[in-house]
């Protein structure tokens, strides 16, 4: 009988964990960086830390080099709820939400520290949450530093970007700043940018450093002219349909999981940056250029009142963003 009990027991155990797994719920969260990008490991990161408060009842599988769609396909495909989760940067979603456009406006942070003090504030939080009734809901940030141009010329001015093709996202921002700086704005999926670049569909293109080596657009894009026009970051978003799947304490955990993991973020861009900066110089044979921002900043500085002027939303950002500086 005693060895007829520990038979039975030991059945018993196994259905309850095979009862627990099948319990267990998986979010798919898809992106378009590769897996040895810092976003990709914050991304990690954040799974790890949401198994792990919830005993693994709840889990993230993360799908990177854009395997089940474009950011803007994954942004579709999240609003009808056919996605859980996606990655995407404040400059795409300006299309999906208005509140992220102020974000997007060029000179508006005025230091590294400016930028994350004001994701992490209540004015990052009001961003986050302004989109649920759009069908998602933002979960965190991740810094990405500062955009910059790059091309085959120094562009140490708004002239030397006089009839130039710019790559720019598919954001009224980036558009309405590239033609501002007298450039000829170009919107082209981050997936064909290369070859873009390559065959001179576009003369050139703007991003953070990290581009230059994780994208290998230091291959095709020989300067980068560093005038820091813009902070823009990623975003770790839910479909609120999936959001709403979930119960109070695994809500809890994500939310936790994702503001953990935006610190985890900071902590390891800069270094990889400066590192991709390193190797672009090194391996690619690519010039960094410091250029003077002034003329830079007095020509775009018309669109924060523009930006103000359509939107009294994306105005009591703008008025909340620049009172953070201080």
Same mark, same amino acid.
């Not at 005993?55 to 395997?67: M, S, T, Y």
């Not at 790059?150 to 790559?167: F, H, Q, T």
């Not at 939107?311 to 963003?321: E, G, Y």
């Given at each position: ?55 693994? &009842? ?20 999240? $609003? ?32 590294? &520290?400016?930028?994350? &003090? ?6 990052? *939080? ?27 010329? #120094?562009?140490?001015?708004?002239? *030397? ?36 670049? $390559?065959?001179?569909?576009? *003369? ?45 304490? $695994? ?26 900066? #390193? ?25 924060? &009142? ?9 105005? *009591? ?10």
């Amino acid at each position: 009988m005693s060895k007829f009990t520990a038979m039975a027991a030991a059945t018993a155990v196994g259905i309850l964990a095979l009862s627990s797994a099948l319990d267990a719920k998986t979010l798919r969260l898809n992106h378009n960086n590769p897996e040895d990008h810092p976003l990709h490991k914050s991304m990690e990161f954040m799974a790890d830390r949401v198994e792990e408060l919830t005993d693994g &009842d709840l889990k993230i599988r993360i799908f990177a080099n854009a395997q089940l769609g474009t950011q803007r396909e994954s942004m579709e495909l999240m $609003q009808n709820g056919s996605l859980d989760m996606a990655r995407s940067n404040a400059s795409e979603l300006e299309a999906f939400e208005e509140a992220y456009g102020a974000l997007n406006l060029p000179y508006i942070f005025t230091s590294e &520290d400016h930028y994350f &003090d004001v994701l992490s504030s209540d004015i990052g *939080d009001d961003i986050l949450a302004a989109s649920e009734e759009n069908g998602f809901i933002g979960l965190t940030y991740y810094v990405e530093g500062a955009r910059s141009f790059y091309a085959n010329k #120094e562009i140490n001015s708004p002239a *030397d970007l006089k009839g130039m093709k710019i790559r720019v996202q598919p954001s009224p921002s980036a558009i309405r700043m590239v033609e501002l700086l007298g450039g000829n704005p170009t919107p082209i999926a981050w997936g064909e940018l290369y070859s873009a670049l $390559q065959q001179g569909v576009v *003369d050139g293109a703007e991003n953070n450093p990290m581009a230059l080596t994780s994208a290998r657009h230091g291959e095709v894009s020989k300067v980068y002219s560093n005038d820091g026009h813009t902070m823009i970051p990623s975003v770790v978003m839910i479909s609120t349909q999936s959001w709403n799947d979930l119960s109070p304490e $695994q809500q809890d955990a994500l939310r936790t999981a994702a503001k953990e993991s935006m610190v985890f973020h900071r902590d390891q861009w800069n270094e990889m940056s400066d590192a991709a900066i #390193e190797q672009a110089k090194s391996e690619l044979g690519v010039k960094f250029v410091e250029v003077e921002k002034g003329p830079f900043i007095e020509a775009v500085l018309p669109m924060h &009142d523009e930006a103000a002027a359509k939107s009294p939303v994306v105005a *009591d950002l703008i008025d909340r963003i620049k009172a953070k500086a201080n």
